[in-house]
Each structure stands twice: as C-alpha cells, then as structure tokens.
C-alpha cells in the first residue's frame, strides 16, 4: 500500500461510525483504530514539536544509522550478538495492549518471522519482526518510549 491510499484510508475511518479498520495486502498489515476524542488532542499536540525537529531528523537519523552499523559489526565480532533495529520513528510498545503480555521477553527465542513489538507512527501500529534467529539477549528500549530510524531495539544471540 502506499501513502495515498493509507491516508484515503484514515478518512474513511474518520467519517464513519466504525472504529478499527484491519487490510492485509501483499504480507503488509494496516490496522486502523479510532481513538476516542480526548485522546486525539494529544498526538496534535505532540506533533507540533516532531515538527520544529524535523530538520535535524536526517542528521540524527544518519548519526543512528552509523552508530548501529558500528554496534552490529562490534558486537557480531566480539560477543555474536546481532541487533534488530527501528525500520522507523515511532512510540516502541512491547505489547499489543497494556493488559496482554510483551511480544518478547528476554531468553526468548525468535525467527526471521516472530513480531518482537509494535512501533506506533501517526495512529498506525506497525508489527516489527525480528529477521534474525536466536534468543533475546537484552531489550534496549522502554514501553512507550520515542525511538529513531535505526535505534536498536532489542541484543539477539
């Protein structure tokens, strides 16, 4: 899918009754939730300084790319460790909910194709995968907090 048609989608959502919206094309998934009103003041709000940022965005997110590759090929040599990285900027939930458990945890093994968190971005709620095999060494992010382009996420063995 692409934006444009994402962004067809969010107005479809919004003037209808419906509440969630769930599309699967081409092994992408687009789930589409309504908040309730009070909770859509806060993202507005909270754009207002992604905004102002947004210029040192590709600057930082270079810096993050750089620093990943170094940490990767590091720790690859010294401890076999390898990292899966943030494919984008958004809120890191280790969960599906606050009331479920985390996807992962550590000492738990993953696949190519184990979802391993959901990173939020505008009201979309992407499932990560892992791409790598082994085990959970470590997870390097707290729930609900900001992440880059490239920040690692979580330590694999």
């Known amino acids: 899918m692409n ?6 989608l969010i107005e479809i959502l919004d003037q209808s009754s419906l509440t969630e919206i769930n599309i699967e094309d081409k092994g992408n998934i687009v789930n589409l939730k309504k908040e309730k009103e009070t909770e859509i003041i806060t993202p507005q709000v909270s754009q207002q300084p992604m905004q102002q940022i947004a210029p040192q965005q590709s600057a930082v997110s270079n810096q993050l790319d750089a620093q990943s590759t170094e940490e990767t090929s590091s720790s690859q040599e010294n401890d076999n460790l390898k990292t899966i990285n943030a494919p984008m900027v958004g809120t890191f939930y280790k969960s599906p909910s606050p009331e479920e458990n985390p996807y992962v945890q550590v000492g738990d093994s993953v696949s190519n194709e184990s979802t391993v968190c959901i990173l939020e971005a505008m009201k979309l709620f992407n499932e ?25 996420l979580f330590k694999v063995k």
């Open 3 to 8: 934006f444009k048609e994402i962004k067809e």
């Open 128 to 152: 990560i995968q892992a791409e790598v095999t082994g085990e959970i060494a470590e997870i390097l992010v707290e729930d609900g907090q900001m992440v880059e382009y490239g920040q690692p």
